[in-house]
């Protein structure tokens, strides 16, 4: 059997779908999957052991400079290559219009969630079999119960296995223990305050680890400047590719990152990881593996779901919700965490 995955982005999302084809795998001898990605991502779904194509479409980019890119024939030769094998099944498992249609471009049978599960119910108009999976479920447990459904196997109900192949990651070569700060995120309400970072960076350089702080864009690299001009020990990283951060992450001592899609990774290579979860809900997205803590606020209007903060009272911190994980209380879970065994 030969299957198509369409899951564009993001980080996170792409991490999540790996456990659904370790399922698939161990219930159906022989199958093979190719990807359907993003650009930005394309190096992420090789990562599993079970992938053997991926194909890459620039959407992002081709809808700022669509004319250049049909005139330079990119969108004719990534829709060639989509249509290029033909499979036993199309599953999307994004669930968005965008990602529906690309599935009934491609030879299978497309499959995918129903109008009461998708993020945009309207898709589900587009699959020739649709499945019913509770929205309140972990993106993890949505996934694999779809992948059972389409393709024919009980739900499986043991332990996520995200089944990374680590021969694809660059060796980081580091003797001394470190630990490794994910303080980059896209939504301004899931930064932990930059004067946290501080404190924190100071007393884990103080228990005799060396910090790393990787960074992706200048927003990052300026917070990263800002935390290494006050705590000695703290090392910014040059910018590295996702595989690169791979590397780093599996021989990480620790990791402690906000909700972005690297603690995802982290968590799948089972590296002791604390979250730090404000206004988002670590029960629908959170990371899931071994070593894994997820610290979440005890604020009155946290999972609000706000890409920016609409508390109305004062703001002695931004976002508020991470008043209520202090850098002493985050130091004392860290330290729990990695002498849980």
């Known amino acids: 059997m030969r299957v198509l995955i369409i899951k564009m982005s993001s980080l996170g999302d792409i991490i999540h779908t790996f456990p659904a084809l370790t399922d698939a795998a161990?219930?159906?001898?022989?199958?093979?999957?190719?990807?359907v990605v993003e650009k930005s991502f394309q190096e992420l779904p090789k990562l599993h052991k079970q992938v053997q194509e991926v194909i890459v479409l620039s959407l992002r980019q081709w809808r700022h400079r669509l004319v250049d890119a049909w005139q330079q024939n990119e969108i004719q030769s990534a829709f060639h290559l989509l249509r290029k094998q033909s499979y036993d099944y199309v599953i999307d498992a994004q669930g968005l219009l965008k990602s529906g249609l690309i599935?009934?471009?491609a030879k299978g049978k497309c499959v995918g969630f129903d109008k009461y599960s998708a993020r945009e119910p309207l898709v589900s108009v587009l699959y020739?079999?649709?499945?019913?999976?509770m929205k309140n479920l972990h993106a993890v447990t949505r996934l694999?119960?779809?992948?059972a459904q389409g393709l024919g196997y009980s739900v499986p109900q043991d332990t996520a296995n995200f089944e990374i192949d680590t021969t694809f990651l660059p060796l980081w070569k580091q003797d001394n223990p470190y630990c490794v700060f994910l303080h980059g995120t896209t939504w301004t309400t899931k930064h932990w305050p930059d004067r946290y970072w501080e404190s924190l960076a100071a007393m884990l350089v103080k228990r005799g680890l060396k910090v790393y702080l990787p960074y992706n864009n200048q927003i990052e690299y300026a917070r990263a400047h800002?935390?290494?001009?006050?705590?000695?020990?703290?090392?910014?990283?040059?910018?590295?590719t996702l595989l690169e951060i791979g590397g780093l992450l599996q021989k990480a001592h620790s990791v402690i990152g906000v909700d972005t899609g690297l603690v995802h990774l982290s968590a799948a290579l089972n590296v002791?990881?604390?979250?730090?979860?404000?206004?988002?809900?670590p029960l629908k997205s959170g990371p899931i593996g071994k070593h894994q803590k997820i610290?979440?606020?005890?604020?009155?209007?946290?999972?609000c779901l706000k890409r920016h903060c609409h508390y109305p009272g004062p703001k002695s911190i931004d976002p508020p919700c991470f008043g209520a994980l202090p850098p002493q209380l985050v130091f004392e879970q860290w330290d729990q965490l990695i002498n849980s065994g």
């Open 128 to 133: 020739q079999k649709k499945y019913r999976v």
């Open 26 to 35: 161990r219930h159906i001898p022989g199958i093979q999957f190719d990807w």
């Open 272 to 281: 002791p990881t604390l979250s730090l979860y404000g206004p988002s809900d």
């Open 144 to 147: 694999r119960q779809l992948f």
């Open 103 to 105: 599935g009934i471009l």
């Open 226 to 240: 800002q935390i290494q001009a006050k705590v000695p020990g703290v090392e910014i990283l040059p910018r590295l």
């Open 295 to 303: 610290l979440g606020s005890t604020f009155q209007c946290i999972k």
